[in-house]
Nanobody, 123 residues
Framework: QVQLVESGGGSVQAGGSLRLSCVAS????????MGWFRQAPGRERDFVAA????????YYEESLKGRFTISKDNAKNTVYLQMNSLKPEDTAIYYC????????????????WGQGTQVTVSS
């Protein structure tokens, strides 16, 4: 399996920005897909964005497109989530995830998960 280590979470004021990082190690494949999900207390885990290692194809939750940007650095085995214009509603634990299938917004399609990093946005 692939190990995923996240970092970059923290507390910011509304309107601020954060950049999350996820470093992948272990066994990966050309078809590997990395995604970001988030989960607020009492809510289900929701899709944020995903990217393909091989060709950089991206997929976003429509409501977040524009404010959030997913990117990758293949040489560093790292995926990033740039979050701008943050709102209190963005407060959640953010998870990095990977799968060996295809880009998907469904959590059950992902095989590996990071430990999660807390993002707190205050008003």
């Amino acid at each position: 399996q692939v190990q995923l280590v996240e970092s970059g979470g923290g507390s910011v004021q509304a309107g601020g920005s954060l950049r999350l990082s996820c470093v992948a190690s272990g066994r990966t494949f050309s078809r590997y897909v990395m995604g970001w999900f988030r989960q607020a207390p009492g809510r289900e885990r929701d899709f944020v964005a995903a990217i393909s290692w091989s060709d950089g194809t991206t997929y976003y939750e429509e409501s977040l497109k524009g404010r959030f940007t997913i990117s990758k650095d293949n040489a560093k085995n790292t995926v990033y989530l740039q979050m701008n214009s943050l709102k209190p509603e963005d407060t959640a634990i953010y998870y990095c995830a990977g799968n060996m299938h295809y880009i998907s917004s469904a959590p059950y399609e992902y095989d590996s998960w990071g430990q999660g990093t807390q993002v707190t946005v205050s008003s």
